[in-house]
């Protein structure tokens, strides 16, 4: 039997059907009920133009039978206008009944008993990775001689980490009572005059993301699982993130993985067929070979600041976060979002880039199952890009290029739809 729609205080549910869970997938109907939050700052630019590629996409791939059934949800200063909260219940359990879910970018309002709207979303619905794919798209501007190289999808652990990181202020009692603990219990060397800081990484945290990232790259037939992590240093935290993640695809995924030391002293280097390769890197080091080595790289799963750091990084390769797309995803709740901030100082231009919203929405079409029109959001978007009709911030980097709005560039992208 199926779950009642919940009762709302201020939204109501359009007409439509709702997405459930099979025994291994996703059911979804002809037209799901799919929440959205608009966003701050630049959201209701950049939702409006993509809803526009999203809903044409749809359209022509599926001849007009297939349609998504928009519900609009509220957080951050829209839903302090509408409710006095940043993040309503309504919203939360919208999100959680309904399944899938997008939103635009937010600022966390001062004042408002939440550190990120976005890290609050994550913790609160139980969405434990955050995966981020980077590629390069024909024709973007890029910092490096190779941007095509980098094809990566980055899991990043989501709950943990510096994530649920505990913290003691310098000078406080709090702090003075750990350091206390530490030095006089436990034999650590602190000084006096330091904040302390504790991260936990657990067993269940850790294994629950590289599973998904392994059974990802299973299902989307990649080569290789790289655990990213600093366990040379700190090897009860970084390095027992390692050390679970080779338990999982030992335990779990046996047949299916095969771990850089098998391959050598094994196979001899040779790669089975069929196989995906587990292997794991320093953070340092990784940081390194995405620049000089980026196609070695696939998958790449590891805890929450590398994560961090890491998506952002490889995004800068292949043009920035303006065409870096998200979602945070838990057992099977999915929250896709823009990569970037709100740029209040943009609001309203109709002028910035829509790029990482239309991408996180390739990722959510792609996660209902429906591929050919991710597909044609992919390359209408590329196709635009190569005839340089863009945005301001890539038209600034294209000799020759056509600068257009944002909505001006959803309606290009939507004319080079085949």
């Known amino acids: 039997m199926a779950d009642p729609t919940p009762t709302f205080e201020k939204i109501s549910p359009p007409a439509g059907e709702r997405i459930t869970i099979g025994r291994t997938r996703l059911r979804v109907p002809d037209n799901p009920i799919i929440p959205f939050v608009t966003g701050d700052g630049i959201g209701p630019d950049i939702m409006r133009a993509s809803k526009r590629v999203w809903d044409a996409a749809v359209e022509k791939a599926f001849e007009g039978k297939k349609k998504i059934a928009w519900f609009e949800i509220y957080a951050g200063e829209m839903a302090m206008e509408k409710y006095g909260v940043p993040m309503p219940k309504d919203s939360l359990e919208a999100i959680k009944h309904f399944i899938v879910a997008i939103k635009g970018p937010l600022t966390t309002p001062v004042g408002g008993g939440i550190r990120s709207l976005n890290v609050a979303f994550r913790q609160l619905l139980e969405l434990y990775a955050c995966v981020r794919p980077v590629r390069w798209y024909r024709g973007v501007p890029s910092p490096v001689k190779r941007p095509k190289a980098l094809d990566v999808v980055i899991y990043r652990e989501n709950t943990e980490d510096v994530y649920s990181g505990i913290e003691y202020q310098q000078g406080t009692p709090e702090a003075k009572r750990v350091r206390d603990f530490l030095v006089n219990e436990m034999g650590a ?102 620049l000089t080595r980026p196609d070695e790289y696939d998958v790449v799963a590891m805890p929450n600041l590398n994560g961090d750091y890491m998506s952002d990084a490889c995004a800068a390769q292949v043009g920035g976060l303006g065409m870096a797309p998200g979602a945070n995803i838990g057992d099977w709740v999915a929250l896709f979002e823009a990569t970037h901030g709100t740029a209040p100082k943009y609001a309203g231009k109709d002028m910035v880039n829509p790029g990482s919203l239309m991408l996180s929405g390739v990722m959510m079409l792609e996660y209902l199952g429906w591929k050919k029109a991710a597909k044609m959001v992919q390359r209408a978007l590329e196709k635009t890009i190569k005839q340089k009709v863009v945005t301001y911030d890539l038209e600034r980097q294209m000799k020759g290029a056509t600068k257009v709005s944002t909505s001006e560039f959803a309606s290009a992208i939507i004319a080079n739809m085949g």
């Open 189 to 290: 060397k602190i000084r006096e005059d330091s904040g302390i800081g504790i991260k936990p990484i657990s067993i269940t945290g850790t294994k629950r993301l590289v599973r998904k990232a392994i059974r990802y790259a299973i299902q989307s037939k990649r080569h290789s699982v790289t655990l990213v992590h600093k366990g040379n240093i700190m090897k009860f935290t970084e390095g027992a993130f390692r050390d679970w993640g080779y338990e999982v695809a030992r335990e779990e995924f046996a047949d299916e993985t095969i771990t850089e030391q098998e391959l050598w002293d094994k196979h001899g280097g040779e790669m089975p067929k069929g196989k995906i390769l587990i292997k794991d890197r320093i953070a340092d080091s990784m940081f390194q070979q995405v």
